[in-house]
């Protein structure tokens, strides 16, 4: 017998990339630059839910469930994304400002699946090769782009997702918007105090983040054309010898500085306090946002109450917001001798214009 000419050829390499490209429950978890490999693993939307970081810090996948795939195999796919028009959805934002329980608040089943902290993001931001002359490197661009890409599947048909990279991530926010400039994106931060009383409450590890923290953004902050060494007031050098309250105000700074640069048109502002005084309010507004089917939530509010009462990043322990300003205020009584000479440090060294424009949004 003759094969049917109108019968598709098999295919199994062909076949098994498409079932790997079209099943979410395959997890783009991290890219492998030196083998040219996307690590994809087996997990759910629960378990992908339920985490609050999904850079390997929790476990959320099943080892046995790991494959990998080449890279430039996975890229013909992206003539099958979906449209431009669609945007990507983001929550931007600087360290401890409440950004994972608003990630969580705004996740529910069959509306929104908020991916917090990807770590395939994370390796893109640390090997990054971009001039920040204009001219993105497009070998770059092109895994940027895939990886965007593999996040945003969904589960089901009308979910939106929400990506939440890390704080270091900023960096890529100028590539993001040359690949989608309609991508949506919440910037929620807080102000400078808060950020010092969080690092202050996280104790020494949060001091020694906060320098690894400065060290990548300068990294990358000094591949700008314009950059100054002595953009702190001092030489760069000298800022090391600085206390870790000292450093954290840099970094503060930095964070809002990439912020506020991003040449985006849908671009959401939110103060973390803001969110914390009026979480119900604050979230319809964010649905509308990102166009959220609304209808579908809750109307009495009881599972936006029931995040609440549980801390974000360890939602197995209760917690308020009402318990976290109990706690900041006992933490800022603790730093009361040195806090007022860091804010008014910050004040005399950040550079003039870029801190009154700040003062407006973050205090």
């Not at 476990?59 to 028009?85: A, H, M, V």
């Amino acid at each position: 017998a003759t094969e049917r000419k109108d019968r598709p050829v098999p295919n199994p390499k062909r076949d098994n990339l498409r079932n790997l490209i079209g099943n979410p429950c395959l997890f783009p978890f991290d890219l492998d630059e030196q083998s040219g490999k996307v690590v994809f693993v087996a997990t759910d939307r629960d378990k992908l839910s339920g985490a609050s970081f999904l850079d390997g810090r929790e476990t959320f996948f099943s080892s046995q469930g790991e494959k990998r795939q080449n890279l430039e195999d996975l890229k013909p796919f992206l003539k099958e994304k979906p449209s431009p028009k669609d945007p990507w959805n983001f929550i931007f934002h600087t360290s401890f400002c409440c950004s994972t329980l608003l990630a969580r608040c705004l996740d529910q089943r069959g509306v929104c699946l908020s991916l917090k902290e990807p770590k395939i993001l994370n390796s893109l931001s640390h090997s990054r090769n971009f001039s920040r002359s204009g001219k993105p490197n497009s070998s770059h661009l092109s895994k940027l782009e895939l990886c965007l890409t593999l996040l945003s599947r969904n589960f089901e048909e009308n979910e939106r997702i929400i990506i939440k990279p890390s704080n270091v991530d900023i960096v890529l926010l100028d590539e993001i918007l040359s690949l989608n400039p309609n991508s949506k994106m919440i910037f929620i931060f807080s102000d400078l105090k808060s950020f010092l009383i969080s690092i202050a409450k996280g104790g020494q590890p949060r001091r020694d983040f906060v320098r690894r923290l400065l060290v990548l953004l300068l990294a990358d902050f000094k591949t700008r054309e314009n950059y100054d060494p002595n953009f702190f007031g001092m030489e760069e050098g000298l800022i090391w010898n600085l206390s870790d309250l000292h450093i954290s105000a840099a970094a503060w700074f930095l964070q809002m500085k990439y912020l506020e640069e991003t040449r985006g048109k849908d671009i959401y502002w939110l103060n973390s306090k803001d969110f914390l005084a009026d979480p119900a309010n604050t979230l319809l507004k964010l649905n509308s946002f990102f166009g959220l089917e609304t209808s579908k939530q809750n109307p009495e509010n009881t599972e936006l109450q029931e995040k609440l009462a549980y801390h974000a990043k360890a939602p197995n322990f209760s917690y308020s917001p009402a318990k976290r300003k109990t706690d900041f205020k006992a933490i800022e009584e603790y730093l009361s001798p040195v806090l007022p000479e860091i804010l008014s440090w910050a004040e005399r060294v950040f550079p003039e214009g870029e801190k009154n424009k700040w003062e407006k949004i973050a205090v």
